[in-house]
């Protein structure tokens, strides 16, 4: 494979929404989040009214890639042999000792069906993105509530958790305005969304004039879709794209076969009849990438169109974009933003009388690293004491350089570039750095190996 990628030699080019062509102010969207899904257990399933409350650093659990053992109420941080790195029962973080006792220094139990990328089963559950992983605060309160009340050794509360998770997303819950979630962003959009930089959207009509076929594949139902849409790209937002696909279900839309999983249309946000082919482009519901390729064919007039596509989830849209249609994948992580400890000024791209007016919703930003849980991208083993010989890649950061072929803190970064900008994959070299743009983060170069361990 070469060494590096252009946007230039692709000719589709497809985008997911949430937190990549939609940016969140994150402190405000987490809160959100975490009150919907806790409001949900105390209301409706008995849970403790403690939960309702929040310390405002409270949300430095907050940690992608966290693996949360059901059974057990233990999280764990993972190294990229499946080791455990750093534990939590509950909120409580647990010594290297404990960890040592209870999961050992071998592999963990599930690492093998979870670096399948199945992010789910009733054994364990993956937090990959930020719709998720306000929950997982929740969750570890709730163990620290039953520890207190009822000394349980065994959990039982998964299954409300995702009771309040379908409440909250259900596809109807938008127009029904039920649930805390959507309601709230309806009412209050500027409060919870960022407008799409000027830059972004110069580069999105950039690369239409350049011939390239856009796409917009989401997992959000259209009716939301298009609330988001029109505040961050404006009413004119359709005029972005050539494709638009929401209620895609990733990662299933890339797994799954046509019969599986066919292609909807839509008629006033409600999905009509199953379509037996995709035969122009337009507006669609669920489908598959299969269908969708076949299109891409007929759209570029090319056997083997060469397709990139851009999204936060590792598990909804690097791995499978990657693994099942073998597509080009850019990997936005705000965590490379974190990693500097200040926001890059480029980033401060909306008005400045925007800028301080949720600003008394003071709650630490959850892409910040986590004290609690250190480093997304290095940490070291438990129990030695020779901090130098033993940093080790967390399993989300090989993921990173497995998966994705550049990885960026956001698409302002690249928007200004040459559309025929050169970026060095991380394939090129075998190098867990190679990739990120416009910088590898701090923890992954060398000079920093000792600030890593303090």
């Not at 669920?286 to 390729?293: D, F, K």
């Not at 791995?319 to 401060?348: Q, R």
Request: hydrophobic content about 35%; aromatic content about 12%.
């Amino acid at each position: 494979m070469q060494q590096h990628f252009s946007l230039a030699e692709c000719d589709v080019v497809g985008f997911d929404l949430d937190h990549t062509l939609c940016r969140y102010h994150l402190p405000q969207s987490a809160r959100l989040i975490y009150d919907s899904f806790a409001h949900y257990l105390v209301t409706e399933k008995g849970y403790d009214e403690d939960l309702l409350t929040l310390a405002p650093d409270s949300l430095d659990f907050c940690c992608k890639g966290l693996v949360l053992d059901i059974e057990e109420g233990n999280f764990l941080k993972l190294a990229e042999d499946g080791t455990v790195l750093r534990a939590s029962h509950g909120t409580k973080s647990m010594t290297f000792e404990e960890i040592l006792e209870i999961y050992g220094r071998k592999e963990w139990k599930h690492f093998n069906t979870v670096s399948g990328m199945v992010s789910r089963t009733a054994k364990y559950y993956l937090y990959d993105n930020y719709f998720d992983l306000p929950g997982a605060l929740l969750c570890a309160r709730v163990v620290d509530s039953l520890d207190q009340h009822d000394g349980q050794k065994k959990y039982d509360f998964w299954k409300d958790m995702v009771a309040a998770i379908q409440h909250n997303y259900k596809i109807s819950a938008f127009k029904e305005d039920c649930g805390m979630y959507f309601p709230e962003v309806k009412n209050h959009p500027d409060k919870y969304l960022q407008r799409c930089p000027e830059s972004v959207k110069k580069w999105l009509k950039q690369l239409k004039n350049a011939g390239k076929i856009l796409l917009l594949i989401t997992s959000s139902h259209s009716d939301y879709c298009r609330l988001l849409c029109e505040h961050v790209l404006g009413n004119d937002f359709e005029e972005y794209f050539d494709i638009l696909i929401t209620n895609a279900l990733k990662p299933g839309f890339f797994s799954h076969t046509p019969n599986q999983r066919p292609f909807r249309t839509l008629e006033n946000d409600e999905e009509q009849e199953a379509l037996l082919s995709l035969d122009k482009p337009g507006w669609y519901s669920q489908g598959n990438a299969i269908q969708l390729y076949d299109l891409l064919k007929k759209m570029t007039g090319k056997l083997d169109p060469k397709v990139v596509y851009f999204g936060d989830s590792m598990h909804s849209d690097i791995f499978p974009a990657h693994h099942y249609s073998n597509w080009e994948t850019v990997f936005i992580l705000e965590e490379l933003l974190g990693d500097k400890g200040t926001v890059p000024v480029k980033a401060e791209s909306e008005p400045l009388e925007k800028k301080g007016k949720y600003e008394g919703d003071q709650i630490k930003v959850p892409y910040f690293v986590s004290k609690q849980w250190g480093s997304f991208f290095m940490d070291r083993l438990p129990g030695l004491e020779n901090a130098e010989e033993t940093l080790v890649h967390t399993w989300s950061c090989k993921c990173i350089s497995t998966y994705s072929t550049i990885a960026i803190p956001s698409l302002e970064a690249i928007a200004d570039l040459p559309l025929d900008y050169r970026f060095t994959r991380f394939s090129s070299n075998g190098s867990a750095t190679a990739g990120y743009y416009p910088s590898p983060p701090r923890a992954l170069l060398p000079s920093e190996d000792s600030a890593m361990t303090k």
